[in-house]
Nanobody, 121 residues
Framework: QVQLVESGGGLVQTGGSLRLSCAAS????????MAWHRRAPGKERELVAT???????NYADSVKGRFIISRDNAKNMVYLQMNSLKAEDTAVYYC???????????????WGQGTQVTVSS
């Protein structure tokens, strides 16, 4: 089994910054793509940013130039640096990872429980 645990959410004023972290643990052989998603109140879940095992990144247009996704493969962690935060960034942020299982070498995807980010104006 694999667990993803997010941390770093909280309350911040407009224009501020937060850094989210996600730690993966369990029976992990290796991790392929990792991503951050978010769900704002009353809205569908949105893909925010992705990063491949090799470090190639992709961002939603709404966060380009403000958010930076990174990862530490040795620690099985992914990060989301969020700058110039806006009220519309308020959401629950979820970590998502495609993990190669140590048990059978198959790929499975896992989700974290989410961390709340609230941006006040």
């Amino acid at each position: 089994q694999v667990q993803l645990v997010e941390s770093g959410g909280g309350l911040v004023q407009t224009g501020g910054s937060l850094r989210l972290s996600c730690a993966a643990s369990g029976r992990i052989f290796t991790i392929n793509a990792m991503a951050w998603h978010r769900r704002a109140p009353g809205k569908e879940r949105e893909l925010v940013a992705t990063i491949t095992a090799g470090g190639r990144t992709n961002y939603a247009d709404s966060v380009k130039g403000r958010f930076i996704i990174s990862r530490d493969n040795a620690k099985n962690m992914v990060y989301l640096q969020m700058n110039s935060l806006k009220a519309e960034d308020t959401a629950v942020y979820y970590c998502h990872a495609y993990v190669i299982s140590l048990a059978n070498s198959r790929e499975y995807d896992y989700w974290g429980q989410g961390t709340q980010v609230t941006v006040s104006s």
